[in-house]
């Protein structure tokens, strides 16, 4: 379990301000002063949740992966309320991506609850796409790896 919530969200051209009031509106604050410079550096939107002290990262979504990853979401319902949720292929990469100890846990932990179900070829597909637009090349070896890792302790 994570302590934050990370959304992608689609703003279909409107503007960043009226998501940031609607946000507000719901109960959400900035945790950063100065919304437009921080969003404009990291497409990011920092919040926290008044009530229950949660923090929120709202990734602004643009041309190229984030489409993607929106694209291939699954419908859940929770509470009654329908909502998009990024495949477990998909937040495998992301935190491939991102790199962080915890990350790299819940990968491994991803990994091992979904060992039988999980569509490694798009994990990897995804993964190539990324260290093309990033020029890296050592995301798809890094999940080879954990990959490995987990099939051995089965």
Do not use: W, Y
């Not at 279909?12 to 509106?25: H, L, S």
């Not at 991803?110 to 039988?116: F, I, R, S, T």
């Not at 020029?135 to 798809?140: E, K, N, P, Y």
């Amino acid at each position: 379990m994570t302590g934050d919530v990370d959304v992608t969200v689609d703003l279909a051209g409107r503007d960043t301000r009226e998501f940031v009031d609607a946000m507000r509106d719901f109960g959400f604050e900035l945790r950063v002063p100065d919304a437009a410079d921080f969003v404009e550096r990291t497409r990011v939107l920092p919040f926290v949740h008044r009530a229950s002290g949660i923090p929120v990262d709202a990734v602004l979504a643009g041309p190229g992966i984030e489409d993607l990853f929106l694209q291939r979401a699954e419908q859940r319902t929770i509470e009654n309320v329908c909502i998009s949720v990024a495949s477990v292929e998909d937040v495998v990469a992301m935190k491939i991506l991102a790199g962080r100890t915890k990350d790299i846990e819940d990968v491994t932990a991803m990994l091992a609850v979904h060992a039988d179900d999980i569509e490694v070829d798009l994990i990897r597909a995804t993964l190539r796409l990324l260290e093309q637009a990033l020029d890296q090349s050592d995301l798809t070896p890094r999940f080879d790896q954990l990959l490995r890792r987990v099939k051995r302790k089965r």
